[in-house]
T-cell receptor
Framework: GAVVSQHPSRVICKSGTSVKIECRSL??????MFWYRQFPKQSLMLMAT?????????EQGVEKDKFLINHASLTLSTLTVTSAHPEDSSFYIC?????????????FGPGTRLLVL | GDSVTQMEGPVTLSEEAFLTINCTYT??????LFWYVQYPGEGLQLLLK?????DKGSNKGFEATYRKETTSFHLEKGSVQVSDSAVYFC????????????????FGRGTQLTVWP
């Protein structure tokens, strides 16, 4: 079946640095990717939706200058947390939507745990 | 707004026990309802879904019935196995089309299930 990978799986960084998280669809072309954020014992919250080749659509309350999303190809989307602070520590999950065997479907990545010191 | 409320875990059961994980939702219109499962180190996987009232979704021995009168979509399994240990997420979607897994998803907080042999 289709697989969506995320890299890195976990990252620890100092406050003020920027962190890039990659989301790749491994055996299908993802026309749309979703980025979610999950705090401990909380729901997954949609942060933004990105379509290949166009600007991402951010959910209300999500700072677009803080969370930069690039979807430059049909297999890769990146989320960059700029000038990270401890409150950005969270679990970030992407999902990819695309065609597999002529049927549109959606798969989730395993997530990236970010800890900002 | 649209939301999903899921029973808090963790849930710990012995093998072959009966499982129920409660899920209720708040939504306008006619949402589609889903259960996702996340095994350790893996991405969320669609377990089952229901697209209209009284529909029953089923997969791998798990079942859930879309109850519009009680706005519920409780997950059940008659006899759990150790391999069912995972985190289960209830979710709803209202687009882009009914029954689609492709639109924006609203998730519950997730319920950790541990099954002991």
């Amino acid at each position: 079946g289709a697989v969506v990978s995320q890299h890195p799986s976990r990252v620890i960084c100092k406050s003020g640095t920027s962190v890039k998280i990659e989301c790749r669809s491994l055996d299908f072309q993802a026309t749309t990717m979703f980025w979610y954020r999950q705090f401990p014992k909380q729901s997954l919250m949609l942060m933004a939706t990105s379509n290949e080749g166009s600007k991402a659509t951010y959910e209300q309350g999500v700072e677009k200058d803080k969370f930069l999303i690039n979807h430059a190809s049909l297999t890769l989307s990146t989320l960059t947390v700029t000038s990270a602070h401890p409150e950005d520590s969270s679990f970030y999950i992407c999902s990819a939507k695309g065609l597999q065997r002529y049927q549109e479907t959606q798969y989730f990545g395993p997530g990236t745990r970010l800890l900002v010191l | 707004g649209d939301s999903v409320t899921q029973m808090e875990g963790p849930v710990t059961l012995s093998e072959e026990a009966f499982l129920t994980i409660n899920c209720t939702y708040t939504a306008t219109g006619y949402p589609s309802l889903f259960w996702y499962v996340q095994y350790p180190g893996e991405g969320l996987q669609l377990l089952l879904k229901a697209t209209k009232a009284d529909d029953k979704g089923s997969n791998k021995g798990f079942e859930a019935t879309y109850r519009k009168e009680t706005t519920s979509f409780h997950l059940e399994k008659g006899s759990v196995q150790v391999s069912d240990s995972a985190v289960y997420f209830c979710a709803l979607s209202k687009g882009p089309g009914r029954g689609s897994t492709l639109g924006r998803l609203y998730f519950g907080r997730g319920t950790q299930l541990t099954v002991w042999p």
